[in-house]
């Protein structure tokens, strides 16, 4: 007697198509990642005020979060 419903030859390919999706989902989810914790996040600001001195004028200021110094001490120690 053979077995009613969904053969095997149709079971294989649903798998495999499952297991393809579940892989590129966590690659989406690698690839992201990995692009959110390297990406240079960059922020104009301009600040006109009358305590600062004229000396200072065209001066930039740089902010490094401590999420970076993290990871390139991390890196640093690997050297």
């Known amino acids: 007697m053979k077995n009613a419903g969904i053969s095997r030859k149709k079971i294989v390919p649903i798998k495999r198509n499952i297991i393809l999706s579940m892989l590129q989902c966590v690659n989406i989810l690698v690839v992201w990642t990995v692009w959110g914790n390297t990406a240079l996040m ?38």
């Open 42 to 79: 960059v922020s104009t600001i301009s600040i006109s005020s009358s305590h600062i001195p004229a000396a200072f004028s065209g001066f930039r200021i740089v902010q490094i979060s401590d999420c970076i110094m993290l990871h390139l001490e991390k890196t640093m120690q690997n050297c």
